[in-house]
């Protein structure tokens, strides 16, 4: 069974469309929110992931965050140059550079994902817990849908 067809095709029913145009809404918001702190929404995004990732290298970052390498590279130089980020090359290999956050970039991390905690529990407010958890869980699943798909092309 397919659920689209071309008659009733639309942007209002469009997964990918819909999708695009909630994280523009959320980027454009949390670009204001963070500009305080003198970064926009793709670097809190990659100290996001420099944090979370078990060994973060530009590479990996610019996969998870689909940009290129170079643009990763770029975004890393001012991320150093403002203290928020250390470069340090790999015992095992010297050409892997892994990344990690500085306390600086600790300290501007946490205050971002404050404002980016504050920002989805005010979009969830009128939501019962059972639904963002249902909801949660379909997007894990397009998640692994379109991973499985991306794989396979």
Known sequence: MTFYHPDDYT????IGYIMKVCN???MTVLDRAFAPDGLNSSQWSALMGIRHHIEPTCAVLARDMAHDKGAMT???DALEARGWVERTRSPD???????????????VTNRC????????NRCLA???????EQFLAQLQKLRRSLEEIATCA
């Open 74 to 76: 770029r975004m890393m």
């Open 93 to 107: 290999d010297r050409r892997v550079v892994h990344l990690s956050l500085t306390a600086e970039g600790e300290a």
């Open 126 to 132: 009128d939501w019962p817990m059972a639904e963002i």
């Open 113 to 120: 994902q404050a404002k980016v905690i504050d920002y989805w």
């Open 11 to 14: 942007p209002e029913r469009s």
């Open 24 to 26: 523009q809404l959320g």
